[in-house]
């Protein structure tokens, strides 16, 4: 299949300014993706989509291709089908039809393309190439993992605390390990054939992440933790050999 890598990497993050492009033993955070998805085999090209001139120029450095975002696709609240559309239309000419509220993309060349978040160092190329080898062609898979906190859980308070989920059956007072098992999607990956559409009713396969694999960087805490787990040596970071970007 000729599928591409797409990496979306604003500048604008809040909760940990710049954390694409800060430093992560020696090279910027965005770098450790970038050689995942190259050490994958698996993509015709790979992608960065952003509105910073610095990430980009790091992006290619390390070997994507930077495709500049405008503004309006950058924001906080900014859906992901904008970029999509964006990046796609500048890669392929793709065809973006919307209809009934729904949007559809059609490509010329691409097959299919996968979204790997710059926030997960951990996931490596071994990860993608598993997760593609599993994809049955067919549907959007996205990586998931078991949640470490139940929603049987938690609480809601409205005037009073309910319990957030099937307040009537009073799942709460059960033990965690007599509730079904519930997953949570991480950013690890998604891979989408070129012929998609954002709205509900899309039937998605799982991709289960194996321990960090799907670990997500998003703030301070998260950043310390990441740096703690490497210099422990409790997880591998995926091994580039060019020099680092300053």
Known sequence: MKIIALIPARGGSKRLPGKNI???DHHPLIA?????????????????SSESEAIGKIAEYYGAKWIKRPEEYSQDLSPDI??????????????VIEREGQFYIRGRNL???????PTSPFRTGETIKRAFLEWDKHHCMKAIEPVKQHP????????????YADAHKAKHLLPTQL????????????????????GNDAFYQPFFTKDLEGYDINDEKD???????????????????????F
């Not at 904008?82 to 065809?95: F, T």
């Not at 049987?152 to 319990?163: D, E, Q, S």
């Not at 950043?223 to 970071?237: C, M, P, Q, S, T």
């Open 179 to 198: 509730l079904e098992n519930v997953y949570i999607q991480n950013a690890s990956l998604e891979i989408r054939q070129i012929k998609i559409k954002n």
């Open 22 to 24: 800060k430093l992560l």
């Open 111 to 117: 097959s299919a393309f996968a979204i790997l978040r």
């Open 32 to 48: 450790y993706t970038i050689q995942a998805a190259k050490d994958s085999g698996i993509f015709k090209e790979i992608y960065c």
């Open 152 to 163: 049987h859980k938690m609480w809601r308070i409205n005037g009073i605390m309910m319990p």
């Open 223 to 245: 950043w310390v933790y990441a740096e703690w787990l490497i210099e422990n040596d409790k997880v591998k970071l995926p091994e580039i050999n060019i020099h680092r970007w």
């Open 82 to 95: 904008d970029w999509i559309n964006h990046a796609l239309c500048e890669i392929d000419n793709c065809v």
